[in-house]
């Protein structure tokens, strides 16, 4: 993973053998080695460690995820479930990366809204007859 400086730069992390039950707001990057659950909303990165176990609804603009993650999934710019990955559930994201040997089960739903109104814009248009 290439970062750009500052990108990237984690902001607060939950360790691994730590719990946390409730609600996670943020801006910029946030990291999980540990136990999560509820909700996690934020305007970065969000970062699932290998040993992280995460069951929550997540709104965010990128998720890493090399842990495992049960929940409703939606993230604005990027999914990428890294080879030790295993998600759980539904996902709403415009670019989904799986790496061989990462696990997905569940809904994927690719969304871009320039893609999705010219669809829109496709499926309007009357077919063309030889009569």
Do not use: H
């Not at 990291?31 to 965010?60: M, P, T, Y």
């Not at 990027?78 to 996902?91: A, D, F, N, P």
């Amino acid at each position: 993973m290439t970062r750009r400086k500052g990108e990237n730069e984690v902001k607060a992390f939950l360790g691994k053998g730590t719990e946390f039950d409730g609600k996670l707001m943020f801006g910029g990057s946030v990291r999980v080695d540990g136990n999560f659950k509820g909700e996690v909303s934020g305007s970065g990165a969000f970062i699932v460690g290998d040993v992280a176990n995460i069951e929550a609804d997540i709104l965010v603009d990128s998720l890493l995820v090399s842990g495992r993650v049960c929940g409703s999934i939606e993230v604005r710019k990027k999914v990428e479930i890294y080879s030790t990955g295993r998600i759980l559930g539904s996902i709403k994201t415009p670019v989904l990366v799986v790496q061989e040997g990462a696990v997905f089960e569940g809904n994927c739903q690719m969304v871009n809204e320039g893609r999705d109104k010219n669809a829109e814009a496709e499926r309007s248009v009357e077919p063309v007859t030889g009569d």
